[in-house]
């Protein structure tokens, strides 16, 4: 028995201590478009440096006329090579052709920690109408591509069938254009601990494979943050040092922080519902940074911008201020050009006009609507409810006389308005009641109108039968204007004498203010 022990003491004493691979980068090369020389170029590149003991290169590559190869980059391999696997010609649009992969290269290739690299065409959460962008991935022999439906759904599955159902690869990269989107993040983030992706457009030479893998194999044991970190701020040295481009940027995200980032996004919706300045975020909306797809704009951008643009709803700028607080929680790190200042990390699908909101049965369906009504919020923004606040906003007092005899001969009925909503761009009537003396411009003449500005106001007006118009050109909260009545005749019969006034927003309706002022007649 003792002699057993021996051999078997000696047996572990002898054999080489096998070291666990630290990670397997599994990069889903699509080429078979109009990338394919690009698609090339990032092979070489992850050649260039190639698979060591403590981490693992392994690649699908699909090109225009070539078959779909599986390769375990080592250092100096080709792309006349001999692949580990040649699977004929697959369709990099479908997602159990993804799925596949992922487990292949799992089973084949374990590791403590695991990258998915999801290369081509990007355009966010939706499809463009352009087959050359249409979310990710897109196959130009099989005119398909993958929605974030099918990515989702085929990491997960593979994920169930390899890792378990309890599992998470530890970093989802998207080297293509426009991913860095919250809507993203949110489909991915029970999959992955960490996503990195642009909120802009990259450049066609993508990632700078040879600098990342570089630092990658010299320090393996990076975490998934550490090499998150790594891959940003090699896209950033890359292009800014190297190639001078100037509009990009890269942002590496902690998807763990995803949810309590929602619940404030949801916490700002909610705070919107009974606002009426509607206005401060329609400024907010025009001055945020907006991407090659102007749809996309940069949500910590726009909260700032919410925040610093008069809001007087603090309900609404103290939400904004927390979503701020959420995306800094969960942005990592966040690189942008000079060309691209103002872009901290993440971006919002905030389309710039209604018309642009296509596709919005199927952006209601996403997980991020669902948890925010992200959409109730853009709905709201494009048709604010008639009763806004704005419309038939404003105050009236009258200065001096407010009741006079019948037949009698009135100097002067002047009436004060000021503005308790901005009311810029809109409108305001008055209207002088039947039985007064007719009004009219002319100057002494009985029922002159005489209409003056405040410090501050810009505005022009005009006289039709018993209407007066006041195009409200600058007249924000708190300006003022005064409407002067002259040399009428008050009416025989003894009455209290309503002078409607209605006003209007931008794009508004007339709608009469709380207290038109009343003149009394005995």
């Known amino acids: 028995m003792k002699k057993l022990l021996f051999v078997i003491f000696l047996f572990f004493l002898l054999s080489p201590i096998i070291k666990a691979q630290q990670w397997t980068i599994m990069v889903y090369l699509d080429g078979d478009n109009d990338l394919e020389p690009f698609a090339n170029a990032d092979f070489l590149e992850m050649a260039a440096i190639g698979s060591t003991s403590e981490v693992n290169i392994v690649v699908q590559i699909d090109r225009t006329t070539e078959n779909t190869m599986r ?4 250092k100096g391999l080709t792309l006349d090579s001999e692949p580990i696997e040649d699977c004929g010609k697959l369709n990099m649009g479908a997602p159990e052709t993804l799925q596949d992969f992922i487990e292949w290269a799992i089973s084949n290739y374990p590791a403590d920690k695991y990258m998915l690299v999801l290369w081509n065409h990007g355009d966010g959460w939706r499809k463009r109408v352009k087959k050359t962008a249409k979310q990710v991935c897109y196959d130009e022999n099989e005119d398909d591509w993958l929605t974030m439906d099918e990515v989702k759904e085929a990491i997960s599955n593979a994920i169930s069938n390899t890792i378990g159902d309890d599992g998470k690869l530890d970093i989802i990269a998207f080297d293509a254009c426009l991913m860095g ?10 999959l992955a601990n960490v996503m990195v992706a642009s909120e802009q457009t990259e450049p066609g030479d993508g990632w700078p494979y040879h600098y990342i893998l570089k630092e990658l194999v010299r320090r393996p044991t990076l975490s998934a943050k550490g090499l998150a970190r790594l891959i940003v701020q090699k896209y950033y040295e890359y292009y800014i040092l190297q190639a001078g481009e100037l509009d990009i940027t890269y942002s590496a995200i902690d998807l763990t922080k995803i949810d309590e980032l929602n619940t404030k996004i949801k916490n700002f919706v909610e705070s919107t519902t009974n606002t009426n300045r509607w206005q401060f975020i329609q400024r907010a909306r025009e001055a945020a940074k907006s991407y090659e797809n102007s749809d996309y704009i940069d ?28 995306v800094r929680n969960a942005v ?11 872009s901290n990390g993440l971006s919002i699908f905030f389309p710039i006009s209604e018309d642009n909101f296509i596709d919005s049965d199927v952006y209601i369906s996403r997980e991020f609507d669902d948890t925010t ?7 709201t923004y494009f048709n604010p409810p008639s009763e806004n606040g704005v419309d038939g906003s404003g105050s009236a007092k009258i200065e001096g006389l407010s009741s006079f005899k019948a ?4 100097k002067e009925i002047k009436i004060v308005f000021t503005a308790t909503q901005d009311l810029s761009n809109g409108q305001l009537t008055l209207d002088i009641p ?28 005009s006289l039709n039968n018993r209407t007066i118009t006041i195009n409200l050109i600058n007249f924000d909260v708190g300006k003022k204007l005064g409407i002067s009545y002259r040399n009428a005749i008050a009416p025989s019969m003894s009455d209290n004498y309503k002078f409607t006034i209605k006003t209007k927003g931008s794009g508004g309706t007339l709608t009469e203010i709380a207290e038109s002022p009343i003149i009394r007649v005995y």
């Open 332 to 342: 990592i790190l966040s690189k942008c050009g000079p060309s691209a200042t103002n």
């Open 407 to 410: 037949g009698c001969k009135v």
């Open 181 to 190: 989107m919250v809507e993203v993040a949110t489909e991915i983030k029970s």
């Open 373 to 379: 009504q992200w959409s109730t919020f853009l709905y």
């Open 71 to 74: 390769y375990y980059i080592e």
């Open 299 to 326: 949500i910590y951008h726009l909260m700032s911008k919410i925040i610093s643009s008069g809001m007087p709803d603090r309900d609404v700028v103290n939400a904004a201020n927390e979503v701020r607080r959420g």
């Open 434 to 461: 039947e039985s007064w003396t007719m009004p009219r411009t002319t100057n002494l003449a009985p029922g002159q109108v005489v209409v003056t500005k405040y410090t501050g106001a810009n505005i022009s007006w």
